[in-house]
């Protein structure tokens, strides 16, 4: 199964300051890659498909990069709606795997 | 608009059979696919298994031949049975829709089901 690691863990931001969050894959994914994020008690909700993409309703602030095995996510101009917990997803083989989670909190 | 909604038990007996529905409208499950995934607790998330829009299905090896899911498209639901229940499998149970680009568009709001001894 393909592994990804995601960092930090845990960060805390103020507001207006951007905040990037890495995940690497264990092997090329061909941005087959995605973001969710995922509020308390909440369902997850697609930021970014295909590693750079932007989902339909999401905030322009949201953006995504990377290629091969390394990819970020980056919130530019942290808000308090953006607390929450960040995951990455791997789409290139089955069985899809998310990393293990990033918790944003407002500092 | 698209919707998905997950009903199942609360309450799971330790060794017994988990048995949940994702109903869903505003799409149809012969054109997109519908994945589950689950989350532990305080935990993240795993990928279970998904049903083809054509009717075939994957599964996570994680879960050996514990796991089957299926569909009833008349109804536009999908159902998954997991056997041999365990307390590490008390979890919040999602269905979700797979966009056309290799992520989850849409998901229901989940069903918590605890393992009980």
């Known amino acids: 199964d393909i592994q990804m690691t995601q960092s930090p863990a845990s960060l805390s931001a103020s507001l207006g300051e951007t905040v990037s969050i890495e995940c690497l894959a264990s092997e090329g994914i061909s941005n087959s890659l995605a973001w969710y994020q995922q509020k308390p008690g909440k369902s997850p909700q697609l930021l970014i498909y295909?590693?750079?993409s932007l989902q339909d309703g999401v905030p322009s602030r949201f953006s995504g990069s990377g290629s091969g095995t390394q990819y970020s996510l980056k919130i530019s101009g942290m808000q308090p709606e953006d607390e929450g917990v960040y995951y990455c997803q791997q789409g290139y083989k089955y069985p899809w795997t998310f990393g293990g989670g990033t918790k944003l909190e407002l500092k | 608009q698209v919707q998905l909604k997950e009903t199942g038990p609360d309450l799971v007996q330790l060794t017994q059979t988990l048995s949940i529905t994702c109903t869903v409208s505003?799409?149809?499950?012969?054109?997109?696919?519908v994945h589950w995934v689950r989350q532990p607790p305080g935990k993240g998330l795993e990928w279970m298994g998904a049903?083809?829009?054509?009717?075939?299905?994957d599964y996570n090896s994680a879960f050996k031949s514990r796991l089957s899911i299926s569909r009833d498209t008349s109804k536009s639901q999908v159902f998954l049975k997991m056997n041999s229940l365990q307390t590490d499998d008390t979890a919040k149970y999602f269905c979700?829709?797979?966009?056309?680009?290799?992520?989850?568009?849409?998901w229901g709001q989940g069903v918590m089901v605890t393992v009980s001894s």
């Open positions: 049903m083809w829009n054509g009717g075939g299905t």
């Open positions: 295909g590693a750079s």
């Open positions: 505003g799409f149809s499950l012969t054109t997109y696919n």
């Open positions: 979700a829709r797979r966009s056309g680009y290799y992520s989850l568009d849409y």
